[in-house]
Nanobody, 114 residues
Framework: VQLVESGGGLVQPGGSLRLSCAAS????????MSWFLQAPGKERELVAR???????DYADSVKGRFTISRDSAKDTVYLQMNNLKPEDTAVYYC?????????WGQGTQVTVSS
């Protein structure tokens, strides 16, 4: 299993970013995928998740601002982040849940600052 995130960077408050996670080594369309974030000094927490069938769920802090989606033709999951706030600053990790085992990408840094 390999998960490779991209798309992070520095953005001003109110701006947007789209994160991508390219997956390989497993049957992508069969398993739920998630995005987590980890801010400095804090534990990793769930941001959004999407089932193989496309059902989505979001943390309250990002509802209405972030959108998770997946493209099974490209084995890629996305996180569209709009109206970013300084408190969204964190390392964002892609996650695959396969038969009860969590697999992680290397993470991508998102910094929201003026």
């Amino acid at each position: 299993v390999q998960l490779v995130e991209s798309g992070g960077g520095l953005v001003q408050p109110g701006g947007s970013l789209r994160l991508s996670c390219a997956a390989s080594g497993f049957s992508f369309s069969s398993y739920p995928m998630s995005w987590f974030l980890q801010a400095p000094g804090k534990e990793r927490e769930l941001v959004a998740r999407i089932t193989g069938g496309g059902t989505t769920d979001y943390a309250d802090s990002v509802k209405g601002r972030f959108t998770i989606s997946r493209d099974s033709a490209k084995d890629t999951v996305y996180l569209q982040m709009n109206n970013l706030k300084p408190e969204d600053t964190a390392v964002y990790y892609c996650n695959a849940l396969i038969w009860g085992v969590r697999y992680w990408g290397q993470g991508t840094q998102v910094t929201v600052s003026s």
